[in-house]
């Protein structure tokens, strides 16, 4: 890969997985941040009108779950087999439809229709689908899937921090503590955890 660049906004959100996949890797890149008043001019110019992208060898990508796969397979944290890489997928999309429900009702612009999302989903909706994904965490050895490392463990843990905020969830990390564990087991690999320490000084 060249002249590699990832696009997404000054924050971890959903394009940190893929800076966390790179650096797994071992590849370098250029980490573009785009600020929220250089947005409007830029989105009418991606492939899907929304960011994280990945850019390498003069083409530009989109969706981060198709980027993280991709990575991943490149960095042996796909499956072996076909079966196995459905049940990556099975389990990452899993998370993206938890995630999007966040997302849609976080990102809300009006303030009575947020409120009323925001209660459906701490009232019912996360009740019912985060025992599911702490099961699902649990059954595979503190992993999304396989009972070890994918680049399903990446999606997850680079858009946490997020996902924690964005669900508004009383007590997240006392209720599913495996949530943070597979979060902290991502940011804890060696060059995840060099990487964290050099944005961080
Ligand atoms: N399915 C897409 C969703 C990407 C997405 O919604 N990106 C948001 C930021 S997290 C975005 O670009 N928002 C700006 C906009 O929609 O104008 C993915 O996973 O990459």
Redo the contacts with the bound molecule.
């Keep these: 890969m060249k002249d590699v660049k990832v696009t997404?906004?000054d924050g971890a959100?959903?394009?940190e997985a893929i800076r966390w996949l790179l650096t797994y890797g071992g590849q370098e890149f250029e980490d573009i941040r785009v600020g929220f008043a250089d947005?409007?001019a830029l989105?009418p110019k991606?492939p899907?009108?929304?960011?994280?992208l990945l850019e390498f060898d003069g083409k530009v990508y989109?969706?981060?779950?198709?980027?993280c796969r991709y990575l991943g397979k490149k960095y042996g944290l796909g499956g072996k087999t076909l079966e196995e890489d459905l049940v990556i997928d099975q389990n990452a999309d899993f998370y993206?439809d938890i995630r999007?429900k966040g997302?849609q009702s976080f990102?809300e612009p009006d303030a009575s229709i947020k409120a009323v999302k925001q209660e459906a989903l701490v009232k019912s909706v996360y009740p019912d689908l985060l025992p599911k994904l702490d099961k699902i965490l649990r059954e595979n050895n503190g992993h999304m899937a396989l009972g070890r490392l994918t680049w399903a463990d990446f999606a997850f843990a680079g858009f946490y921090e997020?996902f924690k905020l964005q669900s508004l969830y009383p007590d997240f990390d006392e209720k599913y503590p495996s949530f943070k564990q597979l979060r902290d087991t991502v940011a804890n690999l060696p060059a995840i955890k060099k990487y964290l320490q050099s944005k961080s000084e």
């Design positions: 997404y906004f959100g959903t394009g947005w409007p989105k991606t899907h009108g929304v960011v994280p989109g969706q981060s779950f198709s980027i993206a999007n997302i990102w997020s």
